[in-house]
């Protein structure tokens, strides 16, 4: 079946620290991957996505590749600041380019302090 | 253009209760899906619905819930005779078809004493 694992947190990092979130999957066929974000209160909004191998995908200055090899789509940004604090969440669809029934993991709480 | 509304934001129910939670997808869109976020837990998809049909129910407890989106006005997720471990945010999305990304709404949090 199809399957997200992530880091689970709660995390805390200082303000232009380094982040690196790490995601794996399993899935059948060649599905399309997805970060979402939600801050307190909040629905998730999505981050960023990618949907075939070796694809990037950016936004806000953060930033995730497709791995096909490592099964992998880590989420990274070279300097937090404190409006990053939310919970983030990697996701797939079992359908390359599609959206339908997504899949999450688990999420994970970053705090960032000033 | 107004986002994905969902009502109430907030809903308290006593056990044994109905809830009824409303979901207003974009304008254009007419795809609706609808996810459960447990405590501690990332989200569940529940039901995939178009305008009135129900495309993908595979999510849904088998008992005591339900979902419609009719040909007018919101879809609806209904939960009758509630119990605790139904309290858990619920999560509406829209879409305007399957190879677009979704719009989520900003839950309903459903709390049964």
């Known amino acids: 079946g199809n399957s997200v694992t992530q880091m689970e947190g709660p995390v805390t990092l200082s303000e232009e620290a380094f982040l690196t979130i790490n995601c794996t999957y399993t899935?059948?066929?060649?599905?399309?991957l997805f970060w979402y974000v939600q801050y307190p209160g909040e629905g998730l909004q999505l981050l960023l996505k990618?949907?075939?191998?070796?694809d990037k995908g950016s936004n806000k200055g953060f930033e995730a590749t497709y791995r096909k090899e490592t099964t992998s789509f880590h989420l990274e940004k070279g300097s937090v600041q404190v409006s990053d604090s939310a919970v983030y969440f990697c996701?797939?669809?079992?359908?390359?380019?599609?959206?339908?029934?997504?899949?999450f993991g688990k999420g994970m709480k970053l705090t960032v302090n000033p | 253009n107004a986002g994905v509304m969902q009502n109430p934001r907030h809903l308290v129910r006593r056990r044994g209760q109905e809830a009824r939670l409303r979901c207003s997808p974009m304008?254009?869109?007419?795809?609706v899906y609808w996810y459960r976020q447990l405590p501690e837990e990332g989200l569940k998809f529940m039901v995939y619905?178009?305008?009135?049909?129900?495309?993908?129910e595979s999510g849904m407890p088998k008992e005591r819930f339900s979902a419609e989106f009719p040909k007018e006005g919101p879809s609806i997720l209904r939960i009758q005779q509630v119990v605790r471990g139904d309290s858990a945010a619920y999560f509406c999305?829209?879409?305007?078809?399957?190879?677009?990304?979704?719009?989520f709404g900003s839950g309903t949090r459903l709390t049964v004493v």
């Open positions: 996701a797939l669809s079992p359908f390359q380019g599609g959206s339908e029934k997504l899949v």
């Open positions: 619905l178009q305008k009135e049909n129900i495309i993908d």
């Open positions: 999305a829209s879409s305007p078809g399957t190879d677009y990304g979704y719009t």
């Open positions: 990618a949907t075939k191998a070796d």
């Open positions: 899935a059948t066929g060649y599905p399309s």
């Open positions: 304008k254009g869109h007419s795809h």
